[in-house]
């Protein structure tokens, strides 16, 4: 069961108002979204998208769902999930095995997944679902993705099982790790003990991955948000206790869980370049004179990196890029790297 708190004023207003819904809380383009006491992303507004691909994202943790038996805890997860289901997230993630053991692995698609089946064809969302699955005699500890219309497509095997998990059968799954496309644009998908591989977030970056959710025992911290700069993609974790934390592709934090809400919840813009200043700036220049707020321009001045974005629906960063001869700073290294090569 989802164990009681004690609760403030303000959580107790906020709690009223969601349990009467939308009509109750009278959800408008300038309806502030109720947000974390300590969260950088707590005045996020509902309103409709500013870019051609701007995902919202809803990272569910387990904190305070207790029990161990997989339909209560699957009903209590549902019973969260509906909180937010209001504000239309494009997709889901749920923590590690949360409801799952080696015992009651699944063979896919089994009834916990049927479940969430129907929950995404319900909500037209995507859903990452992870449990402990069965694949011919072997148990895996299994991230199974489900999108909007009820379909099962994509399966992600932890590459890097504990030692503890391993002496309990599970099996490790292959490397490199797939990527997965959606419908709003390609996402990877690593678990727990993985965060601990560099290679594997690598060959996420390599394949195209734009967002990469980590589904964890615990929150991940520094490291998560090292990944997140290193590679310059979104990094949603999801773990089964709080906070749970949602990083930029700068590695600065957007958003996270906490006392009063067990979920992140926030969109994330996938129109977005970052580059290397280096044969930027004049270019850079150019674009703020000539979109001006169509284009959101941020510099890291100790790190000489420019992030541009696309702020307006009919403006793919792509037009920009295409117009301007911009080359990404993964781009511009790779490029570097063959020049290096003839001087050697």
Not at 282 to 300: H, N, Q, S, T
Request: proline share 5%; hydrophobic share 35%; charged share 25%.
């Amino acid at each position: 069961m989802i164990k009681n708190i004690k609760i403030s004023r303000r959580n107790f207003i906020k709690n009223s108002a969601v349990g009467l819904g939308t009509a109750g809380i009278g959800i408008s383009k300038s309806n502030e979204l109720f947000g974390n006491e300590k969260s950088l992303s707590n005045q996020i507004i509902q309103r409709e998208k500013i870019s051609p691909r701007e995902v919202w994202v809803l990272s569910v943790s387990k904190e305070r769902i207790e029990g161990n038996n997989s339909e209560k805890i699957t009903k209590d997860m549902i019973e969260r999930m509906n909180i937010m289901a209001s504000y239309k997230p494009d997709i889901i993630c749920l923590p590690e095995v949360f409801a799952t053991s080696v015992k009651t692995a699944e063979t896919i698609p089994g009834p916990i997944i049927e479940t969430f089946i129907s929950y995404a064809k319900e909500h037209n969302c995507y859903i990452i679902c992870p449990i402990h699955t069965k694949k011919s005699n072997k148990v895996y500890n299994s991230a199974v993705l489900i999108d909007r219309k009820g379909n099962i497509v994509g399966q992600y095997d932890k590459i890097h099982p504990t030692e503890n998990e391993c002496d309990n059968k599970v099996t490790p799954g292959n490397s490199p790790p797939p990527v997965f496309k959606t419908d709003f644009g390609t996402i990877g998908i690593l678990i727990c003990f993985d965060i601990n591989w560099i290679e594997e977030w690598k060959s996420l970056k390599e394949q195209g991955a734009e967002i990469v959710f980590w589904t964890a025992a615990f929150p991940g911290g520094r490291m998560l948000s090292s990944y997140a700069w290193f590679f310059q993609y979104y990094v949603v974790g999801c773990s089964l206790r709080d906070p749970i934390l949602i990083y930029d592709v700068t590695g600065d934090l957007i958003f996270e869980s906490g006392i009063y809400e067990h979920w992140a919840f926030c969109p994330l813009n996938l129109e977005k370049i970052f580059c290397e200043i280096d044969y930027h700036t004049g270019k850079v220049r150019d674009i703020r004179k000539k979109y001006g707020r169509k284009v959101g321009i941020r510099y890291l001045h100790n790190e000489d990196w420019v992030i541009l974005e696309s702020c307006s629906p009919d403006l793919p960063i792509k037009q920009i890029v295409d117009e301007y001869g911009l080359v990404s700073h993964w781009d511009y290294i790779k490029r570097a790297e063959k020049y290096q090569k003839k001087f050697r």
